[in-house]
C-alpha cells in the first residue's frame, strides 16, 4: 500500500509541476493556450516538434520562455543558407597535449549539444545540413569522423519555419517531416488577445520566469506517459483512421478523390502516444476519445501528401482528418 501511495504522490506532484510550467509560459505569451499545451505534449511524450506559423507570432518567444521555466541547457541555432553540418554537429581540432607533447584531434561540441534546441528557420538551410538533423532526431546521438557521440537526456528539437516566404527555402523532405511528432500551426491571435499583447509588451511591467520543473521531473513525466491507459477500442479507432488516410481503401472516395500518399504505422503510434500525454496534462491517467480528436490535426498534418488536384483546390490534410473524424466511428461507444 505505501508503495502505491508513492507512486500517487509521484504522479501528483508531476501534474502540479506541469501545471505550474504552463502559468510561467502564460507570464510571457498571452493566448495560444493550444499551442502552449501540444508543445507540453511533445515534451512529455519525448518527441520533436515542428511550428509553422508566419513572422510575429512569438514562436521563438514561445520556445525561449518553455526552456527559462526548465532547468535544461538550451541552444538556438538560426538555419540559414550556408550552415554546414559541422556548424551544428561540431568538428575535430588539433590540440597539443601538454603533458605528452603529441598532438591530438579533439571534438568540440557542436549547439546540437544541448538538451532544447530551437532550430529556427530550419527550411532557409540546405538538405545536407537539413539531413544531419536527422540521426539526432532519431537516435538522440550523433556520428563524427566514426565516432558516436550520445546526446544528454531528455533532448527536443522545437523547429520553425516561415509558410510565406518560399524564395531561397528548401521545403522539408517527407522522410525528415515525419520525425517530428507533431507540426503545429501558429495562427494569428484574437482581438481580446492582440490588445492584451500590445498592453503588456510595451509598457514596464515584465515578470521573471521562474525555474519550476527540472530535467529529471521530465524524463519521469515521459516514463509515466507510457503507463497511461488507452481502451482497446480506442487503439482499434487509431488504427482504422490512420489506415483510411491511404487511398485506395474501401468506401474512401474521399480519400482517394484528394490524396496521394497516406499516413504510414507511425502515425498511429505519434496518435497514441501523444493522447496518453494529452490525457496526463489534463490529470487523467486514461485515454479518451477527446485527448485522440485533439491530437489527430498535428499528428497526421505532415504525414498526409495531398495530390495535384487537392493543392489547385486547396483542400488541406486538415480536412482530411476532418472527414475521418467525423465518418470513422468507434466499434464500441465509450
Known amino acids: 500500500m505505501s508503495n502505491l501511495n508513492e507512486v500517487e504522490k509521484s504522479v501528483h506532484q508531476i501534474i502540479s509541476s506541469l501545471n ?50 526548465i532547468d535544461l541547457r538550451f541552444r538556438r541555432i538560426q538555419f540559414t543558407p550556408d550552415l554546414m553540418p559541422s556548424d551544428i554537429i561540431g568538428t575535430e581540432v588539433l590540440e597539443e597535449d601538454h603533458t605528452t607533447g603529441k598532438r591530438i584531434f579533439k571534438f568540440n561540441k557542436g549547439p546540437l549539444f544541448a538538451n532544447i534546441i530551437l532550430a529556427d528557420e530550419i527550411n532557409r538551410t540546405s538538405p545536407k545540413t537539413q539531413s544531419a538533423l536527422l540521426e539526432a532526431m532519431q537516435e538522440f546521438a550523433v556520428t563524427y569522423a566514426g565516432t558516436t557521440y550520445p546526446l544528454e537526456r531528455p533532448f527536443f528539437i522545437l523547429a520553425t519555419q516561415n509558410p510565406i516566404e518560399q524564395s531561397g527555402t528548401f521545403p522539408l523532405p517527407e522522410a525528415q517531416l515525419d520525425r517530428f511528432l507533431l507540426y503545429i500551426k501558429v495562427d494569428y491571435p484574437t482581438l481580446e488577445e492582440e490588445r492584451s499583447i500590445l498592453e503588456n509588451t510595451t509598457g514596464k511591467k515584465s515578470e521573471p520566469i521562474k525555474n519550476v520543473i527540472e530535467g529529471n521531473k521530465i524524463l519521469e513525466a515521459q516514463k509515466l506517459v507510457r503507463e497511461v491507459h488507452i481502451n482497446s477500442e480506442l487503439i482499434d479507432w487509431v488504427s482504422r483512421m490512420v489506415r483510411a488516410t491511404r487511398p485506395g481503401q474501401k468506401e474512401n472516395n474521399f480519400v482517394d478523390e484528394w490524396v496521394r500518399w497516406g499516413a504510414g504505422p507511425r502515425a498511429g503510434q505519434a496518435m497514441i502516444l501523444t493522447a496518453k500525454a494529452r490525457a496526463l496534462l489534463h490529470g487523467n491517467f486514461s485515454v479518451t476519445q477527446d485527448d485522440i480528436r485533439q491530437v489527430a490535426y498535428p499528428v497526421l498534418r505532415h504525414r498526409i501528401l495531398m495530390n495535384f488536384k487537392a493543392e489547385a483546390e486547396r483542400v488541406s490534410p486538415d480536412d482530411v482528418t476532418k472527414h475521418l473524424l467525423q465518418n470513422i466511428t468507434m466499434s464500441k461507444s465509450l
Open 20 to 69: 505550474e510550467l504552463k502559468q510561467e509560459i502564460k507570464k510571457v505569451i498571452v493566448g495560444q493556450e493550444e499551442i502552449i499545451d501540444q508543445l507540453l505534449i511533445t515534451f512529455l511524450a519525448g518527441g520533436h516538434a515542428l511550428l509553422e506559423g508566419v513572422p510575429g507570432l512569438a514562436k521563438t518567444l514561445m520556445i525561449r520562455t518553455l526552456s527559462e521555466a
